[in-house]
């Protein structure tokens, strides 16, 4: 079929050796990111994930004012692990609305061949979408953490300016990283299984909670504090209470750390492993 | 001139399923049409030919790099695959820019390309309103503008023309024409000749997997005559585009579906009649107009029974 028809080139010709940029999931990312914005129930959840930290921020205010109220709500470590431990409810339902369909939609209809049909690897793909529901999780969690931070300092210096409380913002990045990734990791299994957003969302809130049931179920029939690594909200729970060295719940309270972090490592290694085995720009038909 | 698309014993299986089967070839410059009933395998080769499935034996060239697993190459590479998936939310200008974006372009860039390729395909009155509200001719042609717009110098186009109207079929088949003798490589599937006719007359005719023949499009344009084909039509006024074709000697049948007022006709010599609903396009209101060919199959029976 190579004829013999002679041609004039009469266009740019690129070079097909060009080396593949860095950073080629930064455009996945940012165009993600800006298609989710222009949706208002996305920016309503962000909206209403944000109300805790003014009412916290209240909390301290009150504190500064007086401060006989400390011994009731004190101003320490504990206050930021339990803002962050309330924001999960906010961290799911972002998971669901923002990362169900990241995947699910593109391969549902074929279109994650616009995507691979560019000069990028799949595991370019898998970080731009990684990193949407990264950018999206963070708004809820990590962002408005550090924001309390930032507020709680500024109206009580005298009690969190101090040295001991200099740790503060890497535990609240540690703490956040230890919800975020397990559960970008997870949403973005489901939207790369169940290729439905529906089925992913109610796929990945039937997971999440079912292993938080079956603790319990698992600890009121042993007893043992080694039910917790079955449930996934408590591992990341028990790794919390680690990072900010506050006293454990009593189902938690003699479950290694090490091993509630290790079960959180091992679940976000086996949903990358997944989704570089799962996520395929056509479909194979056996 | 180097071939820049080398097929070499090519095999790709599903499973137990033989999508191709030993197929080689070589594509240098120029449109090439690859022609074959549904089924035929015909998208499985743009999807090796573009390095979205690896064959299972054989090799498949790009630009001269393994196609498979050489992300590198789609700088001079663009697809425009069968599948409907676009960006619903986005404008037509911000798919095509989102697009460029991964080839690597800045805003600008991207911005100023995307737009060359939407006048291109003449869609610029349309491309700052979403994808999600074009018509089928209008979302293949944006597709097609994304192939195009990072200026590729190998085209793969899965069945480009379908659900176009009649006057953007010719717009776009000019466009492939001039994109071949710019000195690209396009490479166009269709199962119907007659839009192959307008673009190319360099074949490959793929059947069940093999490649029956590649050669000249006049001889499989002669046996294809001997067999009506059905055209679909969806205008404004389909009683008043009735009444004008149904005087053409080469009309073999004609009705209107009752569920959604598509003319249905069946032809002998498109030509004619394709000439016909052009002139007719505008008076009657012609908005699509898909070739169902489910003939062609009996020509490529034909062919392996040869």
Not at chain 2, 41 to 46: H, T
Not at chain 2, 81 to 92: P, Q, V, W
Not at chain 2, 169 to 179: A, K, N, T, V
Not at chain 2, 244 to 262: K, N, Y
């Amino acid at each position: 079929m190579s004829t013999s028809q002679i041609y004039e080139q009469h266009y740019r010709r690129l070079d097909a050796s060009i080396p593949l940029r860095a950073q080629r999931w930064i455009p996945i990312a940012r165009e993600g990111l800006k298609a989710l914005v222009g949706f208002r129930a996305f920016l309503g959840l962000i909206a209403i994930a944000w109300l805790p930290v003014f009412g916290r921020l209240v909390q301290v205010y009150f504190t500064t004012r007086f401060p006989e109220a400390r011994r009731i709500v004190p101003v320490d470590d504990k206050l930021f692990f339990d803002f962050m431990g309330m924001q999960i409810p906010w961290m799911l339902l972002m998971s669901a609305y923002a990362g169900a369909g990241l995947i699910a939609n593109d391969m549902r209809t074929g279109g994650l061949l616009l995507y691979l049909s560019r000069p990028l690897t799949l595991g370019d793909y898998i970080l731009g979408k990684v990193s949407i529901l990264f950018a999206s999780l963070s708004m809820v969690t990590m962002i408005p953490g550090l924001v309390l931070l930032l507020g709680a300092r500024s109206l009580a210096p005298d009690v969190l300016g101090d040295a001991s409380h200099l740790l503060l913002l890497p535990k609240i990045i540690a703490f956040a990283l230890v919800m975020i990734l397990p559960t970008t990791g997870l949403v973005l299994v489901m939207s790369a299984l169940a290729r439905n957003p529906r089925f992913a969302g109610l796929g990945f809130f039937f997971v999440f909670v079912g292993t938080t049931v079956a603790q319990g179920i698992a600890w009121q029939a042993t007893r043992s504090p080694y039910a917790g690594l079955v449930s996934i909200q408590a591992c990341m729970r028990r790794v919390g209470e680690w990072i900010f060295q506050v006293k454990p719940t009593r189902m938690t309270a003699d479950l290694p750390a090490e091993w509630a972090l290790l079960v959180l490592a091992v679940l976000c290694l086996g949903c990358l492993f997944i989704l570089k085995t799962r996520v395929r720009a056509v479909e194979i038909v056996k | 001139m180097t071939a820049r698309v080398v097929f070499k014993k090519a095999s790709r299986w599903y499973g137990p399923v033989m999508a191709l089967n030993d197929v080689s070839f070589e594509l240098g410059p120029g449109v090439y049409g690859l022609l074959g009933p549904n089924g035929a395998g015909k998208s499985s080769l743009l999807k090796l030919a573009s390095g979205q499935l690896r064959p299972s034996q054989g090799t498949v060239e790009l630009l001269g790099r393994p196609a498979f697993g050489s992300p590198g190459v789609f700088h001079s590479v663009g697809l425009c695959s069968d599948t409907d998936a676009l960006f619903e939310d986005f404008t037509g200008l911000q798919f095509v820019s989102a697009l460029l974006s991964l080839n690597g372009f800045d805003e600008t860039e991207a911005r100023k390309l995307a737009t060359e390729a939407i006048e291109t395909v003449d869609l610029k009155d349309a491309m700052h309103r979403k994808v999600g509200g074009y018509s089928k001719g209008m979302r293949q042609r944006i597709k097609l503008a994304q192939a195009l717009a990072h200026r590729p110098e190998v085209l793969f186009l899965d069945e480009p023309l379908t659900g176009m109207d009649p006057q953007n079929r010719r717009r776009i088949s000019d466009l492939m024409r001039r994109l071949g003798e710019e000195g690209r490589t396009v490479l166009v599937s269709t199962h119907i000749l007659h839009e192959l006719e307008q673009v190319t007359r360099r074949v490959l005719l793929i059947h069940n997997g093999r490649v029956l023949a590649e050669g000249d499009l006049g001889e499989i344009r002669d046996l294809l005559d001997r067999h009506p084909r059905s055209v679909r039509i969806k205008a404004a006024d389909s009683r008043g585009l009735a009444r004008e074709l149904v005087v053409l000697p080469d009309l073999v049948s004609l009705s209107i579906e009752e569920a959604t007022g598509h003319l249905l006709a069946e032809i002998r010599k498109p030509d004619a009649f394709f000439a016909k609903v052009q002139e007719l396009s505008a008076a009657c209101g012609v908005e699509e107009m898909w070739v169902t060919d489910e003939n062609l199959e009996s020509v490529f029976s034909y062919l392996v029974s040869k």
